[in-house]
Structures are given as C-alpha cells and as structure tokens.
C-alpha cells in the first residue's frame, strides 16, 4: 500500500507546472515553428499538466492562444525581460509591455516585456508610448 501511495504521490509532483528552459537555437516556436534564437522576446505556456509551449515572440504565443482556444485554467505564462533576458522568466501577469516598431521581435510583434514601470521608464519616455498590462494584448485570459 506504500509503494502505491508513493508512487501516486511521485505523480503528483512530476504534472507540477512549472517553467521548462528554452534551448535557444534548437528549440522551435509552437505557432511558427522557427528555431527560438533572440532571447529578449521568448515566451512560454506551461499547462496545468505541465506541459511547455515555447514561443519565439510573445505575438506567437497571443496568436496561438487565440487559434487553438487555450484555457486558461490553470496555465502559466512566462515572458522573457527584454531589458535582462539572460535573467528568468517573467510571470506575463505582472510584466509591463511596451509595442513599438523600435522593438524588432522575430515575428514582428514588437512587444516588449518589463519587470516593472520603472524598468521600463527609459524606453516609454523616449517612446512616449503608454504601458501595457497582458489583458491589453488580446489574450484569451
């Protein structure tokens, strides 16, 4: 009976969702299938069973989303801070965003993901553009 509580509790713990790393220049993008190379503009969905969808723009991630009717119950999603993309993910919930041309993401997206207002004071000001919370950008949160 121990062994089954064990190994049922092991199950457990293997479907916890949880950010799986990108391999950068091997990994490819679930929307478009291009090999995920810039590592500013990288996303991923991770399902509530844990399973990772890895995204070379976050406009990839939105369009996917949208395409194949995500739910959004218990899934997780992450985005690459542009101003410190070799740092870890950010939750996309609390991420700012800012869209300019000046952002040259892979899929032409041009969305870029902040830590914070004040990570991204130095390009809103020069940008004179508004941030942007996750719902602003069309998901199907």
């Known amino acids: 009976m121990k062994q089954v509580l064990l190994v049922f509790m092991l199950g457990l713990f293997a479907c916890k969702p949880e950010f799986e790393p990108i391999d950068y220049g091997?990994?490819?993008?679930?929307?478009?299938k291009m090999t995920i190379i810039d590592k500013r503009f990288a996303a991923e969905i991770v399902t509530e069973k844990g399973k990772a969808y890895k995204f070379d723009d976050l406009a990839?991630?939105?369009?996917?989303?949208?395409?194949?009717?995500f739910n959004s119950i218990g899934m997780i999603l992450f985005v690459s801070d542009y101003s410190k993309p070799d740092n870890n993910f950010l939750d996309a919930h609390q991420a700012v965003?800012?869209?300019?041309?000046?952002f040259?993401?892979?899929?032409?997206?041009?969305?870029?993901?902040?830590a914070s207002a004040k990570e991204?004071?130095?390009?809103?000001?020069s940008l004179q553009s508004d941030l942007l919370k996750l719902e602003d950008l069309g998901t199907n949160e």
């Open 97 to 102: 965003y800012l869209h300019s041309g000046i």
């Open 60 to 69: 990839c991630l939105l369009k996917y989303t949208e395409e194949e009717n």
């Open 26 to 32: 091997h990994d490819a993008c679930a929307h478009c």
């Open 120 to 125: 991204a004071a130095p390009f809103k000001d």
């Open 104 to 114: 040259k993401s892979p899929m032409n997206g041009n969305l870029a993901a902040f």
